[in-house]
């Protein structure tokens, strides 16, 4: 079964950007859709972006973050990455990458969760 690992987290000032990395380890990574999701203090888990397993199935996102937001994976390297850019105050959060055996937007559709990376985002 797949293992994620989260990384790329920290302090940002409004308008900058972070990347962030997930690393999976097993050889079935290209078999999962990688999804990014985030949550708030006081907030329910919500969903950020999402991506096939292989093959293009469109990428999906949030419409808080399109345009600025970037999802991206790498079967070779078993890494899933989440560009974001002009960062926002109302971005900081718990970020969580997660694998799910298909693309889905449902935080309960995916069954492997990383243990997160804090971003936040200072005005």
């Known amino acids: 079964q797949v293992q994620l690992v989260e990384s790329g987290g920290g302090l940002v000032q409004a308008g900058g950007s972070l990347r962030l990395s997930c690393a999976a380890s097993?050889?079935?990574?290209?078999?999962?859709?990688m999804g990014w999701f985030r949550q708030a203090p006081g907030k329910e888990r919500e969903f950020v972006a999402a991506i096939a397993g292989s093959g293009w199935r469109g990428t999906p996102y949030a419409d808080s973050v399109k345009g600025r937001f970037t999802i991206s994976r790498d079967n070779a390297k078993t890494t899933a990455y989440l560009q974001m850019t002009n960062l926002k105050p109302e971005d900081t959060a718990v970020y969580y990458c997660a694998a799910s055996t298909s693309l889905s937007t449902i935080p309960n559709n995916y069954n492997i969760w990383g243990q997160g990376t804090q971003v936040t985002v200072s005005s």
């Open positions: 097993g050889r079935t990574f290209s078999n999962y859709a």
